[in-house]
């Protein structure tokens, strides 16, 4: 088992940034693949990114493409999510989740453990 637990959101000024923190505990994190997803209310869950268990290879959904960056530190069992120029439609909940080597991807499906998730919320 994995779990995850999610910090760092919160109400944050549009051009703002914010980091949001996500800590794993159970199997050994440094083999997983981590991503990050969000929804907002009334909407579909959207991809956001994801990061290799190496740390090499990130990806990132369009949406958030040139704002957003995914770093882990393995030492600290810990991925984060790096939001600059935040607008308000990035308001949402913010989920981690967490895949064996090699399964993660774009798809909220191919991630086994997920957190509770963290509310962002961006003012104009």
């Known amino acids: 088992q994995v779990q995850l637990v999610e910090s760092g959101g919160g109400l944050v000024q549009a051009g703002g940034s914010r980091r949001l923190s996500c800590a794993a505990s159970g199997r050994t994190f440094s083999r997983y693949d981590m991503g990050w997803f969000r929804q907002a209310p009334g909407k579909e869950r959207e991809f956001v990114g994801f990061i290799r268990w190496s740390g090499i290879v990130t990806s990132y959904g369009d949406s958030v493409k040139g704002r957003f960056s995914i770093s882990r530190d393995n030492a600290k069992n810990t991925v984060y999510l790096q939001m600059n120029s935040l607008k308000p439609e990035d308001t949402a909940v913010y989920y981690c989740?967490?895949?064996?080597?090699?399964?993660?991807?774009?798809?909220?499906?191919?991630?086994?453990?997920r957190g509770q998730g963290t509310q962002v919320t961006v003012s104009s």
């Open positions: 989740t967490a895949a064996p080597d090699g399964v993660g991807g774009s798809s909220w499906y191919g991630y086994e453990y």
